[in-house]
């Protein structure tokens, strides 16, 4: 039972423009959610957070926006760059359950 | 200077054999994870340790075992080792309880033939 899906296989966006990935959850209770990155042969990286208590963080280039009532978020690149291609992840916990719960990944390809 | 180290990064061994990943964190960290990405991409968590102590077991078989010395290490076992455990296993840690992120290692990546 997928907690967190990721629809979107892979994405391809061409080098400054905008790219929106995007993530769905089923469980109400979650109340923190993150992006990671991930390039080959490598450990996920943190992106960016945002608690259940906010819709929205920005970090630079990154942004993340929450949906609640639609379970629902997603992780805006402006402006995309080659160096962003790689596999996105995006996770979910719940304070006190010692573990977080990820989705299938989206394969970004930034264009040049 | 890395925050969450696994030795090895590469490993390939027979069927039938027994491993061990190490992993070890110099962030501080109460908590550590041991999570596995299969073929298909996924990842998914395998045990949580918090001050040494198991948090979770997620339905892992019982092959594997994990052992936590200290708060700063936590290695993983396998005892007869199947094709199906051919995946690349990935250590975090992160500060308990906390909304906050968990650090990664650079995972290990196990074959068994």
């Known amino acids: 039972d997928q907690q967190v899906k990721q629809n979107s296989p892979s994405l391809s966006v061409q080098e400054g423009r905008i790219s929106i990935l995007n993530c769905d959850y089923t469980?109400?209770?979650?109340?923190?959610f993150l992006w990671y990155k991930k390039y080959p042969a490598e450990g996920p990286t943190f992106l960016i957070s945002?608690?259940?208590?906010?819709d929205k963080n920005e970090d630079g280039r990154f942004t993340v926006f929450l949906n609640k009532s639609a379970k629902h978020l997603s992780l805006h690149i402006v402006p995309s760059q080659p160096g962003d291609s790689a596999v996105y992840f995006c996770?979910?916990?719940?304070?006190?359950?010692?573990?977080?719960?990820f989705g299938t990944g989206t394969r970004l390809k930034v264009l040049a | 200077d890395t925050a969450v180290s696994q030795t090895p990064k590469y490993l390939v061994t027979q069927m039938g054999n027994d491993k061990s990943i190490k992993c070890e964190q110099n962030?501080?960290?109460?908590?550590m994870y041991w999570y596995k990405q299969d073929s298909k991409k996924f990842l998914k968590i395998m045990f949580s340790?918090?001050?040494?102590?198991?948090?979770i077991n997620e339905t892992v078989p019982n092959r594997f075992s994990p052992k936590s010395p200290d708060k700063a290490h936590l290695n993983l076992h396998i005892n007869s080792l199947e094709l199906g455990d051919s995946a690349v296993y990935f250590c975090?840690?992160?500060?308990?309880?906390?909304?906050?992120?968990?650090?990664f290692g650079q995972g290990t990546r196990l074959t068994v033939v």
């Open positions: 975090a840690s992160s500060p308990p309880r906390g909304r906050t992120e968990a650090f």
């Open positions: 469980n109400s209770m979650f109340d923190y």
């Open positions: 945002i608690s259940s208590i906010k």
């Open positions: 996770a979910a916990t719940l304070s006190g359950t010692y573990k977080y719960i």
């Open positions: 962030l501080g960290h109460d908590t």
């Open positions: 340790y918090n001050n040494k102590e198991l948090i």
